[in-house]
């Protein structure tokens, strides 16, 4: 039988300056399995909690209701003071007299009275159909599943190891490094890029408690907040690395030739290969596409027609240690973690629909991303930037802003945020390479926000004499070897053409290939562009919606390195302090299912949004879902579809629900 | 208004009951007649509720939940609106005005809007009068 305990609040005058508090006391005496009521000036004060601590002893109250604040106030002050009396937190309500009644009716004194025996009325009906909740406990994986290993990646996976936690990082190229070892210098100090990146891939790679998987994608995820299990394909490489020095003589005499993915088409590599000569691991993979011995395979296997391909083997005849393994096949990897961080990147917008700018047509046309591999000192050219048409050093150089970015007829209504700096920086550095090149930028607007951004963009156009022109270019063509850029300056209002050398688009920023399908496996949302969403902008800015799962660097949106790396730091952050964590309270009121009930017809589990729902066959041989409590967040849209009435929400079940119901419109 | 309509207010807990602590936060103000009932999402809401209310006796229900998009647990609202569609329907062979029924996207920093709303509403339903149907009661 429950035994009820009523504490009506009078928070000072806030709800005693409006609402009748002896007659609400009155009225709470009066009502079904109330055996105890009383009001205090402040029921969360120490002296009223004692009060209310004491009440539950005395009067061996089993419910209590408190009519004060909102609960979003004081809810969990009060379920410890129950809890600090020896009742389960659980069995506590809060009916809101202030937020609801006396502040929003102040100069109805009866009708806020009446509100609030009302509201009373209907906590008392809930509170005695409560049950005692339990929140389950349950152990944490000590280890961090980081994928993707750029920056931001590289950072998050050395923050937790550096704190004593083990870090699986898994890329899906045959380096770490990502986008920003592809890059020269960097804006706005200008360090050279590699320089500041390879210490930190190299302590990667040699850190003990980081276990570096390359070449290698995560397929499925199952499980939850610490206690996630991954399925790993680490994809063949048909290179031993146990045995592989990295000496570097395959590589170097292979004949097999392919575009560098790495030097975005700008250079080319062997089939054998490292992506670039600071790669970490340093140690090579067969690109099997264009390897010929595999071509040679392959012929055979088609019935060996035709004129026999050459069935070359020749690192494998070089290797000096017989790392050569051609039996090597893609392999899954299966580990438990206790939480992931994603920090996939992202790969840069096609221009190709923008004909106007004659990308792809013209062979001077290229991408920001590809004149950073030109100007690289480790690039294809050695650092001297040449056209593609003829190898020319060129000397007039447009560039042109915004390509796909703050564009919506081309879906890309997003500012991609480092183009205006990369474009400054660029133009700087060609005018260091050589004083006689002059940089034409066209441009919407210049967005320079940051520290010594704003001075950098000045100093492009000061120091280096860039000329910025505000508007669109219209149309490309190539005229007499040069390539004519016809545009319109908006700010004078007349159109302007440039006979120019190089054209280079800063092509903008949108998520890596895959995005989406990592975002399904892991439960986390992505935006129409395909960028993860954080859990709040603000005040979440690296969570997700799925508890344990964590987002770093540009796969959530624009940024540039420093941004990445802070979060990719604040991703590590959040994961220690899961891991620090020898077990993990579950939130008790989620869905349940009386398996009696449940007809098997699996319409809850495809309304939930969080995969929380599973199935089991009982031993009559009938298919019923069970719940997963790591899983359920208690929203309760399983319970509100379930037709046989087989599923219930606890703390908010259909009978203190409706019980509620009936109490306030009594 | 000298009849007083009685409406059940269910607002989910992460945006629209915010919305309405943050009305009285404010000390704005709106008429008295609301009762309100907290669930964890507008997806929790059972239409049954909705039909137990008016059998009840209630004359009007509002149900709000946080803007599309916003839904403390992704899509529950997208739910909400889809049952809310099947519930008018359910509603008016029931008899009942779908006048009296209003599904409402409030979030927690719209306490101005929540008191316009429950404001307008109360008039709508005053307007109406006493709800005659189901159990037919009142
Ligand atoms: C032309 C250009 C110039 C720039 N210049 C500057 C500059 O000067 N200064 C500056 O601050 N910023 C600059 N930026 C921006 C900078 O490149 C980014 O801020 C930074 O590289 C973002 O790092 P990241 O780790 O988030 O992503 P990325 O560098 O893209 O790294 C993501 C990594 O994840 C891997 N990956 C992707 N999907 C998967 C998957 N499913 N599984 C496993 N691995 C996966 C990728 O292979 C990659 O290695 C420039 C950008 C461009 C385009
Ligand atoms: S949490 Fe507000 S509508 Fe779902």
Known sequence: ?666 | MSYQPRIIGFLCNWCSYAGADMAGTSRMSYPPNIRIIRVPCTGRLDPLFVAKAFQEGADGVLVAGCHPGDCHYAEGNYHARRRYALLHLLLEFLGIEPERIRLEWVSASEGKRFTQLVTDFTEQVARLGPCQAVGGQS
């Open chain 1, 1 to 666: 039988m429950a035994r009820i305990g009523v504490f009506i609040c009078h928070c000072g005058s806030n709800i005693a300056g409006t609402v009748d508090i002896p007659r609400v006391v009155a009225e709470a005496q009066k009502l079904p399995m109330v055996v105890h009521a009383e009001d205090n000036e402040y029921t969360c004060s120490e002296v009223g909690q004692r009060s209310l601590r004491e009440a539950i002893q005395e009067h061996r109250l089993n419910r209590v209701v408190i009519g004060a604040c909102s609960p979003r106030m004081h809810e969990n002050t009060f379920r410890n003071t129950v809890a600090s009396a020896g009742l389960n937190p659980y069995l506590l309500e809060m009916a809101n007299l202030r937020e609801h009644a006396s502040w929003v009716h102040g100069d109805q004194r009866e009708a806020a009275t009446v509100k609030a025996i009302d509201l009373i009325r209907a906590a008392v009906a809930k509170v005695a159909r409560a049950q005692p909740l339990f929140a389950r406990q349950i152990g944490v994986t000590k280890r961090a599943l980081v994928i993707g290993g750029g920056i931001a990646g590289i950072q998050c996976a050395l923050d937790i190891a550096n704190a004593g936690f083990e870090v699986v990082l898994v890329e899906r190229t045959p380096s770490i490094g990502g986008r920003m070892a592809q890059l020269d210098k960097t804006f706005p100090t200008l360090d050279c890029s590699a320089c500041i990146l390879t210490p930190k891939m190299v302590e990667v790679g040699q850190h003990p408690r980081i276990r570096l998987l390359t070449y290698a994608e995560v397929k499925e995820v199952r499980g939850f907040v610490g206690n996630f299990e991954a399925d790993i394909l680490q994809k063949a490489r048909h290179v031993d690395h146990d045995k592989c020095l990295g000496c570097g003589i395959c590589w170097q005499k292979c004949p097999a030739r392919a575009p560098s993915e790495f030097d975005m088409g700008v250079g080319q590599r062997t089939a054998i290969y490292i992506p670039f000569a600071q790669a970490v691991p340093g140690k090579p993979v067969i690109d099997r596409e264009h390897c010929r011995y595999q071509q040679y395979l392959e012929w055979q296997r088609a019935g060996a027609e035709g004129k026999k391909p050459p069935e070359c083997r020749i690192c494998e005849k070089l290797c000096p240690v017989g790392a050569i393994d051609w039996e090597q096949r893609d392999e899954m990897i299966t580990e438990e973690f206790g939480a992931i961080v994603v920090a996939t990147g992202y790969k840069t917008f096609d221009h190709s629909v923008y004909g106007e700018y004659g990308g792809g047509r013209y062979p001077d046309v290229i991408t920001s991303l590809q004149l950073e591999r030109l100007m690289s000192a480790s690039g294809p050219t050695l650092g001297e930037v040449t056209r593609p048409s003829d190898g020319q050093p060129p000397k007039t150089v447009v560039f042109i802003s915004c390509v796909g970015s703050r564009d919506d007829s081309v879906g890309r209504p997003y500012c991609s945020k480092v183009c205006c700096m990369y474009l400054a920086k660029q133009s700087i550095m060609l005018k260091e390479h050589d004083p006689e090149v002059q940089s034409y930028i066209f441009y919407i607007d210049i967005r320079a926000g940051g520290k010594n951004y704003e001075e950098f963009v000045r100093r492009a156009q000061e120091e280096a004499g860039t000329v910025y022109i505000r508007g669109r270019v219209s149309k490309t063509y190539p005229e007499k070897g040069k390539l004519i850029v016809w545009g319109e300056d908006s700010l004078m209002g007349r159109p302007v053409q440039i006979a120019a050398d190089l054209v280079v688009l800063a092509t903008g920023i949108e998520p890596s290939e895959g995005a989406i399908e990592l975002a399904q496996t892991l439960h986390i949302s992505y935006d129409v562009h395909s960028f993860l969403v954080e859990a709040h902008p603000k005040l979440r800015p690296v969570e997700t919606m799925t508890d344990g799962v964590f987002l770093a660097g540009t796969a959530m949106g624009p940024m540039d390195i420093p941004d990445s790396v802070a979060q990719g730091s604040a991703a590590a952050a959040k994961v220690c302090g899961l891991l620090s964590k020898d077990t993990l309270a579950l939130e008790p009121m989620v869905a349940n299912v009386n398996a009696v009930k449940c007809v098997g017809c699996l319409l809850c589990q495809q309304v939930c949004p969080f995969k929380a729902i599973d199935t089991e066959t009982l031993r009559d041989g009938r298919i019923v879902v069970r719940i997963n409590e790591g899983l359920c967040k208690g929203c309760g849209l399983c319970v509100s579809a379930c037709r046989p009435g087989a599923m219930n929400l606890r703390g908010f079940s259909n009978e203190q629900l409706l019980a509620q119901v009936k109490a306030l419109t009594r």
